[in-house]
């Protein structure tokens, strides 16, 4: 596939801990992402997977099959869709004491790593502490070669265009000004992926704080954002500080629009929602 990784760097991340939630059918996606991740997610990194599922004796009996990851499972209870989605970030917060690596990220369940993480990645740099993976739906070619695209593919430029003038931007941010997750139209510029951040430690928990907050902000007055999570994070991209990595990190295999990027984090489950 063409495109080739950054140049890498000496190694700047210590130890990074990985947060997902799993629970039902999830936990078994789980196990597949934690082995792949086992070889290929920050090989340099001292590695800690931290799970939250209903099935917490099924992870600690599968745990010893991993060669250097440490594994740990938080028991909760069975959660449905989109309630899986939506009590993420209140679930971090409460367990915020546990989860003490230099760097977290989470990943939605349902993801495999199929290549070695870059080590160029410098969470030093990252902007208020945070990086945010852009969308791979929305994502375009960047310079010369999103003309080519739109060349090969006029039917997505009439798309986009229409997406555009809808939006404000290549994405579906929420439009309810109720919502805590509302995102003004003047500032729909880039949007962002919920099933894979980062983000040094103060900075991770910090965010999932104040997301719960906003959370629970709609649940009160019986909102549901549009895209759940996502569209809270999205209020997050657009109204705060944060660096943004490309849709390597959360790759749709066949998407045309990747066709630039080498993956290193691919979604294996939900392809029709991330690439709308």
Known sequence: ????????????????????????????????????????LFPEAELTMHVFTDQPELVEEFAPQLSRIRVHPIRIDSLTWPAATMQRFQLISEHADSLTQDVLVHLDADMLIVARTPMNLDPQTWQGG??????????????????????????????DLARIAKEGGLGTWERNAASAAYVPRSRRSTYVCGATWMGRREAFIATCALLAANTAHDDAIGRIALWHDESHMNWFAAMRERS???SSYCFVEGAVNLSDLEPLIVAVEKSDERTR
């Open 1 to 40: 596939m063409p495109g080739a990784h950054p140049t890498t760097l000496t190694p700047v991340i210590g130890s990074v801990g990985v947060v997902s939630v799993a629970t039902n059918r999830y936990v078994h996606y789980w196990m597949e992402m934690a082995t792949s991740a086992d070889a290929l």
């Open 130 to 159: 945070m990086a945010l993976v852009r969308h791979p739906g929305y994502r375009r070619p960047p310079g010369i070669a999103r003309a080519k695209f739109y060349l090969r593919h006029p039917s997505r430029l009439a798309r």
């Open 244 to 246: 943004l990595l490309d």
